[in-house]
């Protein structure tokens, strides 16, 4: 059985880098940084060239992801030669203008995989239907990924999925101050793309040391005239696509344990779960039933680590048939206060807790029979904490669902009315008095919700935390969607106005701004309260969800996602910046990329981003058993 990691020092400089599973130049020039497409090969109509965001006007429309230089791929300007072909195999000679740019290579040993950044700006986005520019990616002539143009209103002419549309309304962003003659004039219509990362097995049956050619292609569909442009770069064949960046692992676990109970057998196997940090990162609580320190029998205990080592709650107790349900931490203080929902016996139910970290003392928030009580927040300085209950004795709402806020002394009984209906997710905010509350609610707080879909609200508290639940006013509502729609997972600053509210939405909730959600995908959303556009769309994926997200204290920079990818399965986490050119994408800087991934927090160290998460990977081969561990990164 595996035993705690030795840590102490470890984390000083958070200078280990993950084993990168990239193959060094393979294909040469991948990055383009050469400011070329040397090494690379024309085709087509060749409408191709090495470019950067000084070659766009205006200059400040695009950002590349590595380097200055990308690469594009255009069917224009205007009507060219190529065509008419059947490109995207629907059964007609209907496609026209193609080029495209292929790199030719010998397969590296253990390569399985290519990733790259793309985007596609595509001119058609009003257009008829039909008008549906596509693109590909091969490798020896079998497709490894399709696109099409992005459509205001959703239809897909051709048989490719669409990719992102850029701007809702048209902006006219043209490639003028290239030495490219083959781009020069270039019109894209709405806007220069954000770019996206993806990764993409290779075919199988490639031989090691086997001639390998890498082909990005572009096609107008229906006409000549309106055209589209792929942006690529950062081109790499790899041994697999987790991709890692400066991360530790800071927990090791392993083993299980089974005990016979109530006439049959229970089993437990190690690994760590909810997650919650500090506003600094550094100290990170988790629960785990792993063996760290006298623990055989694998219950659920809970642990900090404060950056050199670990301690555990000594005055939590939780026996057999028992668990602890969530855990969230006090930013402030060096995270002092926990709030923590647990069953603590086989026989109980969910109730909620605050423990001092300091003198060890366990204090009951709830005391409740036939009920539960779970999922808290608390406060920055640990003396709110907010809940989820089905306890009629604080809701006054039988059995549904409703949130209560414990105020330091007492439980508000009475904070949000008895109407049928459920509220959920409560989010404090992080600064010392958690005056304001984010959460998602199907009740009616102010205007209506006659769909009952679970919508984002803000409610303030007051300076004294004693303003009613039952007074509209109190109440910003964030979302209105229709029942097809989810809400989930809001999270708010640290600021003493309660500035940000950071959520996740699978609605068109910003259809006319410069990034909108065509594609209904889950993306991260922000509200600033007080702003002349006061909800922004942050990110924007066509073959990924985004299904975690956390906040810094200043929810104006930094902010934390995870995602999945639609097109492999694979998981992210990492750090995206709000971009300060309004409409622009946000940069990001990816740490990890797995099998799995959960509970993303993020806090600030100094100048320094930290970002913490649970994963079962075996990023950096310390986790031959793929137990679920704590892993910390650094976005230096």
Known sequence: MK???????????LSLVGISPAIAQVPANGNFETGTI????????????????????PTTSI?????????????????????????????????????????????????????????????????????????????????IMTRSS?????????????????????????????????????????GSPAFQRICLPLPNGIATGSSVNLRFTVSDQNDRQVDSTLFIDNVQVKTSCNEVGSIVQLTNTGGGFVEVKGGGFAARV????????????????????????????????IYTWDGTAFTRATGLTVQSGGTIQALAMASQNNGRYLAIAAKLVDTDNTEVYRYDRTTNTLT????????????????????????????NALTGSGTSKKIVVWNGTANSASLFGTAACTMAEPALTKNANGRYLAFKSTCVH???NADGNSEIYRFDRGATGTNSGTTTGNFVRITDTANTVQNTSPVLDGSATGLYVYFISSGNLTPTAPIFNSDLSLEIFRYQVGAGTPLTQRTNSSDSYYIGVDVQMDGAIDYAYERVSLLNGQFSV??????????????????????????????????????NFISAENFLGTNADVNPEVWQGRVQ
């Open 446 to 448: 102010n205007g209506t």
């Open 38 to 57: 040397a090494s690379w090969t024309a085709g087509g109509d060749a409408r191709t060239g090495a470019i950067r965001a000084t070659n766009i006007t």
């Open 270 to 301: 190690a690994g760590a779960r909810n997650l919650a940090s500090d506003a600094t990162g550094k100290i990170v609580s988790f629960v785990t039933n792993g063996n760290i320190s006298a623990n055989p029998s694998l219950l659920d205990q």
């Open 574 to 611: 990492g750090r995206r910046q709000i971009n300060g050119t309004a409409g622009a994408a946000d940069p990001e800087d990816n740490l990890a990329t797995g099998n799995s991934t959960n509970t993303v927090r993020i806090g600030r160290d100094s100048l320094v981003p930290v970002v």
């Open 150 to 190: 992005c459509k205001l209103n959703g239809s897909s002419y051709s048989p490719f999925p669409n990719a992102n549309c850029q701007n809702a309304t048209v902006v006219d962003h043209t490639v003028n101050n290239t030495a490219i003659a083959a781009l020069r004039t270039i019109n894209l219509r709405f």
């Open 364 to 391: 009951a928030i709830t005391s409740t029979a036939g009920c539960d009580n779970t999922s808290p927040s608390i406060s920055g300085d640990g003396g709110v904490i907010a809940y989820e209950s089905t306890c």
């Open 63 to 143: 950002t590349i992801p590595e380097g200055i230089w990308a690469a594009a791929i255009s069917t224009g300007p205007g009507q060219l030669a190529q065509g008419p072909i059947d490109f995207d195999g629907l059964g007609g000679a209907n496609d026209y203008d193609q080029s495209w740019l292929q790199s030719t290579f010998t397969m590296p040993a253990g390569a399985t995989s290519v990733a790259f950044d793309w985007g596609f700006a595509s001119s058609e986005q009003n257009e008829p239907d039909q008008y549906d520019d596509l693109m590909d990616v091969t490798v020896n002539g079998t497709r």
């Open 3 to 13: 035993t705690r990691m030795l840590m102490t020092g470890m984390l000083a400089g």
